[in-house]
Structure formats: C-alpha cells, structure tokens
C-alpha cells in the first residue's frame, strides 16, 4: 500500500513540476477551459437564480375569484360557503366592491382615475391562499370554480411563476448539453497538450521502455497533468462566474429597489463548485488517458 502511494505521489509531483517548468501555456490552458466552461456553469447559476425568484413569488401564490357586477349577497354567500368547505382552500378573504375602490382610490397615480369613475366598475371577489402548491390541484380548483353560478373569472395569480420554472428546465437541459459539447472540445484541448508533451519526452519514455518500466508507470504522471491541468480550469471558470455574477448583481439590486424587493443573484454554491471541478479534473484526465494511450503504442524502443 505505501509504494502504491509513493508511486501516486511521485507521479503527481512530477506533473506538477512539469506544470511550473511552462507557467505561460499552463496559464493560457487553464483560461481557455475556463471560459469554455464557465458558459455552461454561467447559465446554469442564472437560470438557478431564476428558479429561485419563481419559488419566492409562488411561495405566497393566490387565487382570486371575481364575481360578476350582478351578484347579490345570497351569491356571495353561497360561494363562500363553497370555498370555506374546499380541502384546498386554506385561508380565504372577501374584498368587497367598495373595498376594491378605495383601495384604487388610494393607489399612487390612480385616485384622480378613481374618483372620476361616474359608478363603481369593480367586481367583488375572493382571495384564496391555497393549502397546496401542486398545480393539478390549483387548476382543479380553479377550473371547478368558474363553473360557479355567478363567477366571472378566476385568475391564479402565480402561473406566470410556473411557466418561469418550466422555462427554467429547458435552459437547464440546454446547460448540459452545452457542458457535454464543450466537453468533447475541452478533452481535444488537453489531449492536444498531452500529444505535445509526449513527444517533448519520447527520448525519456523510450528509455523507460527499456529498462521495463510499464505502460501504466510511463502513463500515470500525463494523466495527473490533465487532472491538474482541467482542475486549474474548473478553478478559472469558478471565477469567472462568480465574477460575473457579481457586476451583474449591482444591477439587479438596483432594479429589484424599484419593486420595493432585495432580491439579489447568488453566486455559484459549493455543490455547484465542486461538480464543476470535478468535471473539469475528468475532462482533463480523459483527454490525457486518450492522448497517451493513443501515442504510447507509437513509441518503441530503437
């Protein structure tokens, strides 16, 4: 076990020594698999920010139920008994005609509108918070409600937020898909690399063939130096969306101010990060088990 390890560890100094020895190019393969890849990981963050703020708004979902201008009180009456006995109704209040108006009358840029109303063209209506945010139960009530006598429209105010999420789930398929793409580009870039470092040492792997050392041994420090190499890329490609979601962020807070909001965008999580450098590392190892696999056979002791 411990010259399993000491074989390792030797093989992953060795890689990154050879990583120092070439500072610049080691440097401008990391940016570019940092940018291929921060693409992916960027819009699966903001696509995540945007599945978030859909969970915020329809975490307070309502259901409004409007009531024709002709409804009587005994209509009133009959369909809030009707609501008050659903399963799925878990707080109900009524905003009478007159409320509606004053309500109107008092919002900003809208009294003076308001007030010069000759009658009072608002319906009264329910508001329902429901007790479940499953949707076939919502457009199961909302569908079963518009068939009430006397019930004009019924409007779920947050299915806007549910077309958010399924929207949403299509960027997040996209994401992968651009992530699987790049990938196949990013493991050509570092077997590329690797191609280039075995013919720099085909002296030195063509003595190690000699003296008996096996394919295995002469592979395992390439494939630390594609590891090391896609792990440093996966780093940049981190920062890179960190910091690009923190200049878009200033503006976010701006506009969100202007809805009387805090919302703001969240950087990459941690579990996010992580899958993003091993990806990254795997990528780098792949392209450089292919590499050398594919060049080890080529190289033969003369």
């Known amino acids: 076990m411990s010259n399993w390890f000491s074989l390792h560890w030797h093989a992953f100094l060795l890689a990154g020594r050879r990583l120092l020895l070439n500072p610049l190019a080691t440097l401008f393969t ?7 890849l921060s693409l992916p990981a960027g819009l699966y963050t903001l696509l995540d ?45 009524f905003v009478s005609r007159a409320d509606a108006l004053r309500s109107l009358e008092s919002s ?9 109303l000759q009658q009072n063209p608002l319906p009264d209506a329910f508001v329902i918070e429901p007790a479940t945010g499953e949707p076939a139960a919502l457009d199961k009530l909302r569908e079963e409600a518009r068939k009430w006598p006397k019930v004009a429209h019924v409007q779920l105010d947050s299915a806007w937020a549910k077309r958010l999420a399924a929207f949403a789930d299509l960027g ?25 470092q075995i013919l720099t040492q085909r002296e030195e792997i063509e003595v190690s063939k000699l003296i008996g050392a096996t394919s295995a041994f002469i592979r395992r420090p390439f494939l630390y130096f594609g590891a090391i190499q896609g792990l440093t890329g996966g780093l940049a490609a981190w920062l890179v969306v960190d910091g690009g979601v923190s200049l878009l962020n200033n503006n976010v807070s701006q506009l969100a101010a202007l809805y009387a909001s805090d919302y703001h965008l969240h950087l990459l999580n941690i579990d996010g990060g ?11 190892w ?11 056979r080529k190289i033969e002791p003369r």
């Open 108 to 116: 900003a840029g809208l009294g003076d509108v308001a007030k010069s």
């Open 49 to 93: 920010n945007l599945t978030s703020l859909g969970d915020r708004i329809s975490g307070s979902q309502q259901i409004s139920v409007f009531l024709d201008l002709d409804a009587q009180s005994a209509d009133i009456a009959k369909i809030q008994n009707k609501l008050k006995k659903h399963a799925t109704v878990r707080k109900l209040r």
């Open 172 to 196: 997040r398929q996209a994401a992968l898909l651009l992530a699987a793409l790049l990938g196949f580009a990013l493991v050509v870039v570092t077997g590329n690399t690797i191609r280039l």
């Open 286 to 296: 792949l392209g450089a088990y292919l590499s050398v696999s594919l060049y080890l």
């Open 274 to 284: 992580l899958i993003l450098l091993g990806f990254a590392a795997l990528l780098g």
């Open 30 to 36: 990391a940016l570019v698999i940092g940018i291929a």
